[in-house]
T-cell receptor
Framework: AQKITQTQPGMFVQEKEAVTLDCTYD???????LFWYKQPSSGEMIFLIY??????QNATEGRYSLNFQKARKSANLVISASQLGDSAMYFCAMREFGSNFGNEKLTFGTGTRLTIIP | GAVVSQHPSRVICKSGTSVKIECRSLDFQATTMFWYRQFPKKSLMLMATSNEGSKATYEQGVEKDKFLINHASLTLSTLTVTSAHPEDSSFYIC????????????FGPGTRLTVT
């Protein structure tokens, strides 16, 4: 079973509009973390935002916010006031702590290609 | 801060040769480094996790004799693709986790390997 599911392979959004990128996850570990990364065409992975499973409030970082719904196991990324520079691939990832604390790995979703239209 | 470099950024090699990719944390010490592989338009797949001074832990299906990982210091890890073949052509990305941050991984810019 997929641990991280991103159901939107591609999205087109008008500049200045808000956009929501979907991410659902599957884990039985009570302690985990959720990440969003941006990958422009140059290839580097840029960290955007992090949400811990025990965090009470949704994470926010500037124009990025994470809509964390634990019961639904979803961690959607919301980008407000989209800009042309937001065009990129976006990956949702999960880190499970498990029993081997310190060596936790990230599992990535398949990504969503976001294109901002002028 | 928290910059990770990779060298080379691009490499083209002939089939049968070996290629070494370096991953360096420039302004922090990294107890753990990760190596990922990304096929075109695909997600990142973890290959192995390396801790400084110990053997790397490889993911299922990754040949440890083909992808040699050495984490010799707190700022350097190397991935050597031995006897490379065209199917090894891919984008290889490393990440490093600082000692002082519990959850963050900082990614390198990636290395594009083409085996002819």
């Amino acid at each position: 079973a997929q641990k991280i599911t991103q159901t939107q392979p591609g999205m087109f959004v008008q500049e200045k509009e808000a956009v929501t990128l979907d991410c659902t996850y599957d884990t039985s570990d009570p302690s985990y973390g959720l990440f969003w990364y941006k990958q422009p065409s140059s290839g580097e992975m840029i960290f955007l935002i992090y949400q811990g499973s025990y965090d009470q409030q949704n994470a926010t970082e500037g124009r990025y916010s994470l809509n964390f719904q634990k019961a639904r196991k979803s961690a959607n990324l919301v980008i407000s006031a989209s800009q042309l520079g937001d065009s990129a691939m976006y990956f949702c990832a999960m880190r499970e702590f498990g029993s081997n604390f310190g060596n936790e790995k990230l599992t990535f979703g398949t990504g969503t290609r976001l294109t901002i239209i002028p | 801060g928290a910059v990770v470099s990779q060298h080379p950024s691009r490499v083209i090699c002939k089939s049968g040769t070996s290629v070494k990719i370096e991953c360096r944390s420039l302004d922090f010490q990294a107890t753990t480094m990760f190596w990922y592989r990304q096929f075109p338009k695909k997600s990142l797949m973890l290959m192995a996790t390396s801790n400084e001074g110990s053997k790397a832990t490889y993911e299922q299906g990754v040949e440890k004799d083909k992808f040699l990982i050495n984490h010799a210091s707190l700022t350097l890890s190397t991935l050597t693709v031995t006897s490379a073949h065209p199917e090894d052509s891919s984008f290889y990305i490393c990440s490093a986790r600082p000692r002082t941050v519990s959850y963050e991984q900082y990614f390198g810019p990636g290395t594009r390997l083409t085996v002819t």
